[in-house]
């Protein structure tokens, strides 16, 4: 009785209903996962290179994306190149608990300390991470109408996102909420950065803006804010009220990802009530 229920789930389950797209990255997974395994265990189409050329890159993991990027694995070792991008993510990870991001800080020297990493494929992984840094914090130009928090962090993200202190900056919008520009008002050391309300609206008024959005960094990746950054919005908000120059939005970017705090909390209704 038991081998016949066992043998009916085992159809059961053969006969569901699997897009291929979803047995297609099931298997990758699988396959990025098991050191062991070299090229010639893919099947024809299901190489990384092959699937990104066919699924595009979003269907591949951080392990396959390496792997791209490293070309070959260890010969001397008999490593893939997917088993040499795992050995480097773990390497990697020893040094920061985030692989990902501490690929992103990465040195030529940490990079080559992995046996199967020279210069070449050290020089090519950092190429390919400043390429990506420099498309992600390119800004809109000078002109373009600011009508969402995307496109605010977009602007910010060169001066804030990636900083390894905190900073704090202004995007200046004229009345249609097109840029004007962005000014850095201050920079912090280490995780606090100090603030002062008029030298925050100085270069508003010097440049005619007639609307802002205030913005910070939180270089640790948590966007959470602290009671400090939200009685500092309370203050900015009261200013601008007074000044006739209204705050928008007060952003906090980290780690490749930003909050905005009027949509997130109550500040803009209790400022309009």
């Not at 800080?105 to 050290?122: D, R, S, T």
């Not at 000014?183 to 609307?211: K, Y």
């Not at 913005?215 to 908000?237: C, F, R, V, Y």
């Amino acid at each position: 009785m038991r081998e016949e229920i066992h043998h009916s789930l085992e159809t059961d389950w053969a006969d569901f209903s699997i897009s291929p797209t979803l047995k297609s990255s099931y298997a990758a997974a699988k396959r990025s996962s098991d050191p062991t395994l070299t090229l010639r265990h893919y099947p024809q189409g299901e190489t990384p290179r092959e699937r990104l050329l066919t699924e595009g890159a979003g269907h591949l993991s951080n392990t396959e994306l390496l792997a791209i990027l490293l070309g070959s694995g260890n010969a001397s070792q008999g490593e893939s190149a997917v088993a040499l991008a795992q050995k480097l993510l773990a390497h990697l990870q020893n040094h920061l608990d985030d692989a990902t991001r501490s690929l992103r800080e990465a040195k030529p020297e940490i990079l080559m300390q992995v046996n199967g990493i020279g210069e070449a494929k050290a020089a090519t992984i950092l190429a390919a991470i400043e390429l990506g840094r420099r498309l992600f914090l390119q800004s809109p130009p000078i002109g373009t109408v600011i009508d969402s928090p995307e496109l605010a962090a977009q602007a910010l993200s060169k001066n804030l996102m990636f900083q390894p202190q905190e900073r704090f900056a202004v995007l200046l919008l004229n009345i249609k909420h097109q840029l004007l520009g962005q000014q850095l008002i201050a920079i912090g050391s280490g995780n606090q950065t100090c603030v002062h309300p008029p030298d925050v609206f100085r270069e508003a008024i010097r440049q005619n803006a007639a609307r802002l959005i205030i913005a910070h960094n939180h270089p640790s990746g948590n966007l959470t804010p602290s009671s400090e950054d939200i009685a500092l919005t309370k203050q900015l908000l009261d200013a601008g009220q007074l000044l006739m120059l209204p705050v928008l939005d007060h952003l906090i970017l980290g780690n490749g990802d930003f909050l905005s705090l009027r949509t997130t909390t109550t500040l803009w209704s209790e400022i309009s009530s």
